[in-house]
């Protein structure tokens, strides 16, 4: 379950200003496994309304889709019947971190936009995400891949214009994202090599409604972003009256426009791309 988003609340309106990024980094990704794709085994571990699983539902061998969201699963159950296609497609609703699935079964896992809600941090010693590797690596053959599309600290700092009138709340959702080297630490005591690192800099999460300078006064527009959960009403209030003065003022484009030159350089979300250690 998200520490911070009520997704039985909002499910309804995440695809309105999500879409999934990165899918020629996972495709190639993919590749790495010791497996064919069209023979592979794919766990989407999150898996949110199913937008990535539609996305490589037609290029493996079949799909395990996994939330813990009710609401969420449905939906994305309701995605996939739509499309109509021959791969199958298993939906369960479970934790990612006690996963009911069988050891050394999968080709390959993908955590999309997800890690983040385990609201772990380096408090615990990071140990819901160790325990979420974990059971990765349970899973995987030998060779596997597993692929993490996470936002780095670099990236909510500077590749989301709006977060700058929520610096709290930015504070607040760093905190449940390790930094790079502190990730690849965690991956390598479960058993995960990494192997790669990319960026996907003209990809953006909210596609154009991104770019939307009234998007702010919109729930609808804000429940796409979960780091808005965490303002607070009275915090909330004083933002939208801000951002109403700067609409009034002529000066809201010219804000956004300002506020988003640094995404362009470091991207809105990294994808860090592990293998399963093969014993000898």
């Known amino acids: 379950m998200s520490h911070f988003e009520n997704y039985h609340e909002t499910f309804q309106h995440y695809d309105l200003t999500r879409v999934p990024v990165g899918l020629e980094i996972i495709a190639k990704a993919l590749g790495r496994s010791p497996t064919p794709l069209e023979n592979q085994i794919l766990l989407d571990a999150g898996c949110g309304t199913g937008a990535y699983t539609a996305a490589f539902v037609s290029s493996v061998e079949s799909i395990v889709a996994i939330d813990l969201n009710s609401k969420m699963l449905a939906a994305a159950k309701s995605r996939i019947n739509d499309t109509k296609l021959p791969t199958s497609v298993l939906f369960c609703q479970a934790a990612i971190d006690t996963l009911p699935l069988s050891g050394a079964t999968f080709d390959a896992i993908m955590f999309n936009q997800v890690l983040h809600h385990l609201g772990d941090s380096a408090q615990t010693g990071w140990a819901r995400y160790r325990r979420v590797f974990s059971e990765c690596a349970r899973i995987l053959k030998p060779g596997g891949i597993l692929i993490v599309n996470s936002c780095s600290h670099e990236q909510l700092e500077h590749g989301f214009w709006s977060y700058s009138f929520i610096p709290e709340a930015l504070e607040k959702v760093k905190r449940f994202l390790p930094a790079e080297a502190v990730l690849k630490e965690v991956l390598s005591d479960a058993g995960l090599t990494s192997v790669d690192r990319e960026v996907p800099y003209a990809g953006v999460l909210q596609g154009e409604q991104f770019f939307d300078i009234r998007g702010i006064l919109d729930p609808t527009w804000r429940d796409g972003d979960s780091i808005w959960s965490l303002v607070p009403?009275?915090?909330?209030?004083?933002?939208?009256?801000?951002?109403?003065?700067?609409?009034?003022?002529?000066?809201?484009?010219?804000?956004?426009?300002?506020a988003d030159r640094p995404r362009r350089l470091v991207g809105q979300t990294t994808f860090t791309i592990a293998q399963k250690v093969i014993r000898p």
């Open 233 to 258: 009403e009275t915090n909330l209030h004083a933002v939208l009256t801000e951002v109403n003065q700067l609409l009034q003022l002529g000066k809201m484009d010219e804000f956004m426009r300002y």
